[in-house]
């Protein structure tokens, strides 16, 4: 998003600033286990501040019934209880029910430079998925500049992504900036051999990304459940592994496409399988050629991660999208594992995407040795599939 405006293209000093970003994050018992998204917010956060911007935030948070009501499991207080300990200084929560009404506005007008408001959860009020005008005016009416920061919900057209947009100038934060960008330049411009990893459970959620990504990627790996369906293409028998027997001729297309354009499509050659999906039961390593009848794939073998492990090495960027087995269990997490060692040590520009894959690598604590973590799920899958986001879009360009 090299050609749309940032915060640091605007003077915000005094300006009444609504900054939307995805505090998205998980409670437990009114606390913030994971407080990832808030973290990521801070740099944006404190350069509105130190410029003397009037920091309105406003995020999500689950799916409230959206009704008007104020429904406490879904109140974004834990998130402003957490960001008050990270940056140190007092954050005004304004809101029960009536998001942007009459308070807020006061509040809004009241603000010093420097200080920080927050509004409840945006989805208290469903004129924020349904993109309601009224509703967009009422934020609007908040403040003098919008700002998106808010990645993790960019894919979506809702009032505080896109909506408010057309009301007053918008910009991206830094975080928004940081993700597009990485994203874009990995697609756009990688230094090669470019090594693309995924995995996960369907290929009809991936298709678009392995389709895309065949027009960037020197060499694409292919693991999780999805392996199975190309596998059923190529006239394997899968035994009773996870396939999607509807996707058996989309699943040619890529085979074809793949072989068309040079990309070197890695499929595993070998398959550790059980004849159910649970921890404790009998394993077996198998080819490929001899998946049993009554048995099911739900890891790549011994010599697949060997070979995986090895185009890695060799790879100048690497993307993951998905795990490679049902890593959720021990004795079907070798293959993520392998892969998520390999993509540490490799001296490569490392990216990571998709919820799975990254709490895969925070699972076997190697989260510190990848270049980047993609903290939007449906966002990074959308760029990915080379789509634009109307979070972006939205935003003024840069003249
Ligand atoms: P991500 O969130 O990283 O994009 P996905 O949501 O697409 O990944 O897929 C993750 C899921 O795929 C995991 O829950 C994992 O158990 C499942 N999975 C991986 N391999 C298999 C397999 N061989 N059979 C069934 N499920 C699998
Ligand atoms: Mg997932």
């Not at 005008?133 to 992504?161: E, M, Q, T, W």
Request: hydrophobic fraction near 45%.
């Amino acid at each position: 998003m090299r050609n749309k405006k940032t915060i640091e293209d605007v003077d915000v000093e005094g300006k009444r600033v609504l900054l939307r970003v995805d505090f998205n994050v998980p409670l437990y018992e009114g606390t913030v286990v994971d407080d990832t998204r808030i973290r990521e917010a801070l740099p944006t956060i404190e350069y509105l501040r130190d410029h003397g911007a009037r920091i309105i935030i406003a995020t999500h948070l689950g799916r409230p019934a959206g009704h008007g009501e104020f429904e406490s499991q879904f109140s974004v207080m834990p998130a402003a209880l957490r960001l008050i300990q990270l940056i140190g200084q007092p954050v005004t929560v304004i809101g029960g029910s009536e998001i942007a009404g009459e308070e807020a506005l006061s509040a809004s007008l009241a603000l010093k430079d420097g200080q920080i408001m927050m509004l409840e959860n945006l989805r208290f009020d469903d004129g924020e998925t349904a993109n309601d005008l009224n509703f967009v005016k009422r934020l609007a009416s908040l403040c003098d500049i919008y700002v998106n920061d808010a990645f993790g919900a960019a894919h979506r057209p809702h009032a505080s992504i896109s909506g408010i947009a057309e009301f007053v100038p918008a910009v991206g934060g830094k975080l928004l900036a940081k993700e597009v960008n990485t994203l874009h330049d990995m697609l756009q411009n990688p230094e090669r051999p470019f090594v693309a990893i995924l995995g996960g459970s369907k290929v009809s959620d991936k298709i678009g990304i392995i389709e895309n990504l065949m027009d960037s990627a020197d060499t694409i790996i292919i693991g999780g459940a999805m392996c199975f369906t190309l596998l059923a293409a190529q006239g394997h028998s899968v035994g009773t592994s996870k396939m999607e027997e509807d996707m058996l001729d989309v699943a040619k297309r890529l085979l074809d496409k793949a072989d068309k354009q040079g990309v070197n499509l890695m499929i595993p050659t070998d398959v550790v399988c059980a004849e159910a999906m649970a921890e404790g039961v009998e394993t077996k390593v198998v080819s490929v050629d001899e998946i049993p009848d009554d048995m099911m794939g739900l890891d790549i073998g011994p010599e697949t991660r060997k070979a995986y492990a090895a185009a890695i090495a060799d790879a100048a960027t690497v993307f993951w999208n998905g795990p490679m087995g049902v890593f959720e269990f021990p004795s079907f997490e070798v293959g993520t594992k392998a892969v998520a060692e390999a993509v540490a040590s490799s001296d490569a520009m490392s990216v990571i995407g998709g919820g799975d894959s990254v709490a895969a690598i925070k699972k076997f604590g190697l989260a510190d040795q990848v270049s980047f973590m993609s903290t939007g799920g449906g966002a990074s899958m959308q760029l990915l599939e080379g789509k634009d986001l109307p979070g972006v879009v939205a935003l003024q360009d840069r003249g």
